[in-house]
C-alpha cells in the first residue's frame, strides 16, 4: 500500500501538467534580422475602386453632400485615406472595365454619355473619369494605377489612353488632355491590361490564346507609346468549383507568363475570403487558401523565368482583395492574415489592391469612420515598412476544411532598418485558448521597452457605429529582456508588437 501511494505521490504532478496542458498552450517565435525574404513594396497598401452602386457616386464624389469639397469629393474620406496611407489605386478595374470606353469619361462633363453598364446593370453618369480620378488620388497622395478593356476595347483604345496621359508631343489626345485643361502630361506608370479576362461572367471573356494574342499587341504598342511604363497582365481569376469544374486556373497563369513574358512586369491575383461556413476553424483555414494561391503562382514565375532566362524579374499584383461582410472584429483578423501573406512573400508580391477603397471605412449620414478593417489597415501601412524576416515559428497547429497542419499563430516580421526596429504581427486564430509565446530575438539584442498595438473588440462580431467604438486600438508600453520577450496573446485576437532592434 504504502509503495502506491509513493508511486500515486511521484505520478500526480505529472498527471495534473498534462491535464493542465489541456487548457494552456505555448509556443516560440524565433527572429534573426539576417534571415530575410525581401524588401515590402509600399504598393502592398493599395485599393481598387469601380462605380458599383454608392462605391464611387455618394461615396467618393458627390458634389451635392454637405461633406464635399470644391471639386465634388468627399472631404471627410479624403482626410481619413490620408491617415490609412494608401499608396496607389487601381481604377476602374472590376468585372466593369471590360465594356469600358475611357473616352466617355473625358471632356465637358455636361457632353460626357450615361452609358448602360451590364457588368452591375447601372447606368454609368462618366461624371467621375481619367482627369477626376487622377485628381482624386493626388488629394489623398496615392499612385494611379489604370486599367485597359481586354474585352469589348481594343489596342487603339489601350494605347491612345496612354497617350492621352503619358505624352506630351503635340499628338491629338495629348492636345485633347491640354484643351481640357490639363497641360502637363500625368505620367502614370502602372497599367493593367484586362480584367478577369478568364471568367465566363465577364464582357468580352476569352481563352487564354485569344487573349495572349490582345494582351501581347496591346502591351507592346502601350509600351510603344510610352517605353517607361509597367505593365500588369490578367492572371486568372476562374479557379475550380462546382460552377466551372473545367477550370484551369495553373494553364492560364502558365500561358499568359509564357506568351506574354517581355512585355509584362506583374501577374494579377484576385482572391475574396468568402464566408461560406459557419464553423470557425474552416472560415480561418481560407488563410491556406492565399498562400497556396501565392506560392504556386511564384513557381510558375520562378519556372517561365528560369525556362527562358528573363533578365527582368516578373512580379504579383494581388489586385483585388477583400474581407467577408461585414467589417467585424473577425474580420478585421482576416485582413491581417491577407497583409501577412502578403509580408511573408515579399519577394514576389509587389503589389495588392483593398475591394473597395470606399470600403476601408463606413459612411453615414454624419460622415465616415473607422471599423475594424479601417483599424487593421491602418497599422500595417502606417508600420509595416522595411524588410520582410524569414522568422520560425514553432507553436499548436489545427485542421480544418481541405487543409491540414495549420498553425494557430500567424506571425509575420519585419525590419526597419532606417529606425532600428523590429515589426511583429501576430495573429492567434486559436478560437478559445490563449497562446503564451516566447519571443526570441537571434542577431543582437532588443532595448528595454516595446509597443504593443492590439485590435481590441468585445467579441468576434463586434463592428463600429457613426456614435460607438465597439472595435478600437489600444496601446501599451511592456518590458522587455535583453533577447527574450515572453508574451500571452488572447483568443482570436491580433497584436502588433514594435520592438528596438540592437545590432
Given at each position: 500500500?504504502?509503495?502506491?501511494?509513493?508511486?500515486?505521490?511521484?505520478?500526480?504532478?505529472?498527471?495534473?501538467?498534462?491535464?493542465?496542458?489541456?487548457?494552456?498552450?505555448?509556443?516560440?517565435?524565433?527572429?534573426?534580422?539576417?534571415?530575410?525574404?525581401?524588401?515590402?513594396?509600399?504598393?502592398?497598401?493599395?485599393?481598387?475602386?469601380?462605380?458599383?452602386?454608392?462605391?464611387?457616386?455618394?461615396?467618393?464624389?458627390?458634389?451635392?453632400?454637405?461633406?464635399?469639397?470644391?471639386?465634388?469629393?468627399?472631404?471627410?474620406?479624403?482626410?481619413?485615406?490620408?491617415?490609412?496611407?494608401?499608396?496607389?489605386?487601381?481604377?476602374?478595374?472590376?468585372?466593369?472595365?471590360?465594356?469600358?470606353?475611357?473616352?466617355?469619361?473625358?471632356?465637358?462633363?455636361?457632353?460626357?454619355?450615361?452609358?448602360?453598364?451590364?457588368?452591375?446593370?447601372?447606368?454609368?453618369?462618366?461624371?467621375?473619369?481619367?482627369?477626376?480620378?487622377?485628381?482624386?488620388?493626388?488629394?489623398?497622395?496615392?499612385?494611379?494605377?489604370?486599367?485597359?478593356?481586354?474585352?469589348?476595347?481594343?489596342?487603339?483604345?489601350?494605347?491612345?489612353?496612354?497617350?492621352?496621359?503619358?505624352?506630351?508631343?503635340?499628338?491629338?489626345?495629348?492636345?485633347?488632355?491640354?484643351?481640357?485643361?490639363?497641360?502637363?502630361?500625368?505620367?502614370?506608370?502602372?497599367?493593367?491590361?484586362?480584367?478577369?479576362?478568364?471568367?465566363?461572367?465577364?464582357?468580352?471573356?476569352?481563352?487564354?490564346?485569344?487573349?495572349?494574342?490582345?494582351?501581347?499587341?496591346?502591351?507592346?504598342?502601350?509600351?510603344?507609346?510610352?517605353?517607361?511604363i509597367r505593365i500588369t497582365a490578367s492572371g486568372s481569376a476562374n479557379y475550380f468549383n462546382d460552377e466551372f469544374?473545367?477550370?484551369?486556373?495553373?494553364?492560364?497563369?502558365?500561358?499568359?507568363?509564357?506568351?506574354?513574358?517581355?512585355?509584362?512586369?506583374?501577374?494579377?491575383?484576385?482572391?475574396?475570403?468568402?464566408?461560406?461556413?459557419?464553423?470557425?476553424?474552416?472560415?480561418?483555414?481560407?488563410?491556406?487558401?492565399?498562400?497556396?494561391?501565392?506560392?504556386?503562382?511564384?513557381?510558375?514565375?520562378?519556372?517561365?523565368?528560369?525556362?527562358?532566362?528573363?533578365?527582368?524579374?516578373?512580379?504579383?499584383?494581388?489586385?483585388?482583395?477583400?474581407?467577408?461582410?461585414?467589417?467585424?472584429?473577425?474580420?478585421?483578423?482576416?485582413?491581417?492574415?491577407?497583409?501577412?501573406?502578403?509580408?511573408?512573400?515579399?519577394?514576389?508580391?509587389?503589389?495588392?489592391?483593398?475591394?473597395?477603397?470606399?470600403?476601408?471605412?463606413?459612411?453615414?449620414?454624419?460622415?465616415?469612420?473607422?471599423?475594424?478593417?479601417?483599424?487593421?489597415?491602418?497599422?500595417?501601412?502606417?508600420?509595416?515598412?522595411?524588410?520582410?524576416?524569414?522568422?520560425?515559428?514553432?507553436?499548436?497547429?489545427?485542421?480544418?476544411?481541405?487543409?491540414?497542419?495549420?498553425?494557430?499563430?500567424?506571425?509575420?516580421?519585419?525590419?526597419?532598418?532606417?529606425?532600428?526596429?523590429?515589426?511583429?504581427?501576430?495573429?492567434?486564430?486559436?478560437?478559445?485558448?490563449?497562446?503564451?509565446?516566447?519571443?526570441?530575438?537571434?542577431?543582437?539584442?532588443?532595448?528595454?521597452?516595446?509597443?504593443?498595438?492590439?485590435?481590441?473588440?468585445?467579441?468576434?462580431?463586434?463592428?463600429?457605429?457613426?456614435?460607438?467604438?465597439?472595435?478600437?486600438?489600444?496601446?501599451?508600453?511592456?518590458?522587455?529582456?535583453?533577447?527574450?520577450?515572453?508574451?500571452?496573446?488572447?483568443?482570436?485576437?491580433?497584436?502588433?508588437?514594435?520592438?528596438?532592434?540592437?545590432?
Open positions: 500500500m504504502r509503495k502506491a501511494i509513493i508511486c500515486w505521490a511521484l505520478l500526480l504532478p505529472i498527471l495534473l501538467q498534462a491535464q493542465d496542458a489541456k487548457f494552456k498552450t505555448g509556443a516560440t517565435i524565433k527572429i534573426d534580422v539576417d534571415r530575410t525574404i525581401g524588401e515590402v513594396s509600399p504598393n502592398i497598401y493599395g485599393a481598387f475602386l469601380e462605380p458599383i452602386k454608392r462605391t464611387v457616386y455618394g461615396r467618393i464624389y458627390d458634389p451635392r453632400s454637405p461633406f464635399a469639397d470644391e471639386d465634388g469629393f468627399r472631404k471627410d474620406l479624403i482626410t481619413l485615406l490620408k491617415e490609412l496611407k494608401v499608396t496607389n489605386v487601381r481604377y476602374p478595374g472590376g468585372n466593369m472595365v471590360s465594356g469600358y470606353n475611357w473616352e466617355d469619361g473625358i471632356g465637358p462633363k455636361d457632353k460626357r454619355p450615361a452609358r448602360l453598364e451590364l457588368a452591375w446593370n447601372q447606368v454609368d453618369s462618366n461624371q467621375m473619369g481619367t482627369d477626376e480620378y487622377i485628381k482624386f488620388m493626388g488629394k489623398i497622395g496615392a499612385e494611379n494605377i489604370l486599367c485597359v478593356n481586354a474585352g469589348t476595347g481594343t489596342v487603339d483604345q489601350a494605347r491612345h489612353w496612354v497617350e492621352y496621359c503619358n505624352t506630351d508631343r503635340g499628338t491629338y489626345y495629348a492636345g485633347l488632355r491640354r484643351q481640357y485643361g490639363h497641360p502637363e502630361p500625368y505620367k502614370i506608370v502602372h497599367w493593367g491590361i484586362g480584367n478577369e479576362v478568364d471568367g465566363p461572367w465577364q464582357m468580352g471573356y476569352k481563352s487564354v490564346e485569344d487573349y495572349c494574342k490582345f494582351a501581347l499587341e496591346a502591351a507592346k504598342l502601350m509600351k510603344w507609346t510610352d517605353t517607361s469544374p473545367d477550370a484551369d486556373w495553373i494553364k492560364w497563369n502558365r500561358t499568359v507568363l509564357t506568351e506574354l513574358r517581355q512585355y509584362i512586369d506583374y501577374l494579377s491575383i484576385h482572391r475574396y475570403w468568402e464566408d461560406k461556413t459557419k464553423d470557425y476553424y474552416t472560415f480561418m483555414s481560407g488563410a491556406e487558401d492565399l498562400e497556396e494561391k501565392i506560392g504556386i503562382t511564384a513557381s510558375l514565375i520562378k519556372e517561365v523565368s528560369t525556362k527562358y532566362r528573363l533578365k527582368k524579374r516578373v512580379y504579383i499584383a494581388f489586385d483585388e482583395y477583400a474581407v467577408a461582410i461585414p467589417p467585424n472584429y473577425l474580420n478585421g483578423i482576416c485582413l491581417a492574415q491577407y497583409l501577412n501573406a502578403f509580408i511573408r512573400h515579399a519577394d514576389v508580391v509587389k503589389q495588392a489592391n483593398y475591394t473597395q477603397l470606399s470600403e476601408l471605412a463606413a459612411d453615414s449620414k454624419s460622415g465616415f469612420y473607422k471599423t475594424p478593417i479601417s483599424h487593421v489597415f491602418q497599422l500595417y501601412s502606417n508600420n509595416c515598412r522595411g524588410t520582410s524576416l524569414d522568422i520560425q515559428v514553432l507553436c499548436d497547429q489545427f485542421d480544418a476544411g481541405l487543409y491540414k497542419h495549420i498553425p494557430y499563430l500567424d506571425v509575420t516580421a519585419l525590419y526597419d532598418r532606417s529606425q532600428k526596429r523590429v515589426v511583429l504581427n501576430v495573429v492567434n486564430r486559436n478560437k478559445d485558448q490563449a497562446i503564451t509565446a516566447d519571443i526570441l530575438s537571434q542577431t543582437g539584442g532588443w532595448g528595454p521597452r516595446a509597443t504593443v498595438y492590439i485590435l481590441d473588440g468585445k467579441d468576434l462580431q463586434a463592428t463600429n457605429s457613426p456614435d460607438q467604438s465597439n472595435v478600437s486600438v489600444k496601446q501599451q508600453s511592456i518590458t522587455v529582456g535583453k533577447d527574450r520577450l515572453t508574451y500571452t496573446f488572447p483568443p482570436h485576437s491580433f497584436y502588433q508588437l514594435i520592438l528596438e532592434q540592437k545590432e
